[in-house]
């Protein structure tokens, strides 16, 4: 019998492809009492590889967190696993993120909302704005009556304050770009060292610049989109997590077309960090995803 609310296990695996890993690893989860809820696996054609990710119950007590990994250690080991992480969500800390953003706030406060509600399984260190905020804005409001600390950096041409962001965002197990409008540098991704994610609206690469939005609603576009990928050197051009699509139409006033993209904002960027958190994004190949 497992406990009333037995932790639920995930671990991502991608060793090379051979016979006998899922038996293998089904044989390691039966012999400790657990219970496999699912798995889902991808062996892309033509590569030696195989993708996997397990989601299981246990009762902790019969099977000690650091007897799991040492189990799981071991599995790895036994198919030259490239890495395989193990994460009990109801016993493991929350990862710790911080969102950086500027003027417009649509995704950080969808964030800030779904955090409140607990559905966003994160940590909020800190949010960091190159754009200045008054004391009786709603955002700083419900900050500072969550004791979540706010940075105004303002940033410039020749200073984007990178330094004093990196030291504010150091302890964070990843970052989170809610609709930041600087371009973050190779430098500050390689001294930051973790992922970072960031949103962008789906009318690139057709409408750059100034206000994409109206530009795409003069051109008469019929489908608008969102999405939400890892952040590299290359401008928005990072492995994508998630992304979503809304029909629109002639119907459409600009007011209605940017609600619209702003909600698919919302949406993708709420997606792609659940998505993360819950260990469904492996990387594949050079610049993709594998998205459970």
Known sequence: MYPDTPPHLLLPLWPMDQVGIVAKLSECIASRGGNI???????????????????????????????????????????????????????????????VSSKQDHCLVDLLYRWQEGRLPVDITCVISNHERGPNTHVLRFLQRNKIPYHYLHTTKENKREGEILELVLDTDFLVLARYMQIVSGHFLRTYGKDVINIHHGLLPSFKGGNPSKQAFNAGVKLIGATSHFVTEELDSGPIIEQMVERVSHRDNLLSFVQKSENLERQCLAKAIGSYCELRVLPYEENRTVVF
């Open 37 to 99: 809820l699912g798995v889902d696996i991808f062996v892309p054609e033509k590569k030696n590889v195989f993708y996997s990710r397990s989601e299981f119950v246990f009762d902790p007590v019969k099977w000690p967190r650091e007897q799991m990994d040492e189990d799981f250690l071991n599995l790895s080991k036994v198919f030259g696993a490239s890495t395989s992480v193990v994460r009990v969500a109801d016993i493991d800390p929350k990862f710790k993120i911080g969102i």
